[in-house]
């Protein structure tokens, strides 16, 4: 089993940054793929970006491309996302997730394990 833990989330202005966390536990093999996805209310659940934990290769939606970055510590099984530039339309609850057996993919059904998710709010 895994255990995804999210930390970061909070209240910025418009304009503003926040990092978010993932720390993954209970496994001692790294997963294939780690991304972040967001679900604002009465909405689905949105691919946001990923990283493939062995190749480092990232992938971003167009929505946050050139405004977030995720990125990986291996050695802490650690998943980040840096956000800039945040927008009243970035606010939602933001989601960690692991694909062991699968590779990166924009589906939330691609990933096995999930975080309880972090909630982001931008407003002024």
């Known amino acids: 089993q895994v255990q995804l833990v999210e930390s970061g989330g909070g209240l910025v202005q418009p304009g503003g940054s926040l990092t978010l966390s993932c720390a993954a536990s209970g496994r001692i093999f790294g997963p294939n793929v780690m991304a972040w996805f967001r679900q604002a209310p009465r909405k689905d659940r949105d691919f946001v970006a990923a990283?493939?934990?062995?190749?480092?290769?990232?992938y971003y939606a167009d929505s946050v491309k050139g405004r977030f970055i995720i990125s990986r510590d291996n050695a802490k099984n650690t998943v980040y996302l840096q956000m800039n530039s945040l927008k009243p339309e970035d606010t939602a609850v933001y989601y960690c997730?692991?694909?062991?057996?699968?590779?990166?993919?924009?589906?939330?059904?691609?990933?096995?394990?999930w975080g309880q998710g972090t909630q982001v709010t931008v407003s002024s």
């Open positions: 990283i493939h934990w062995n190749t480092n290769t990232t």
């Open positions: 997730a692991a694909a062991y057996y699968s590779g990166a993919s924009r589906r939330p059904g691609a990933y096995e394990y």
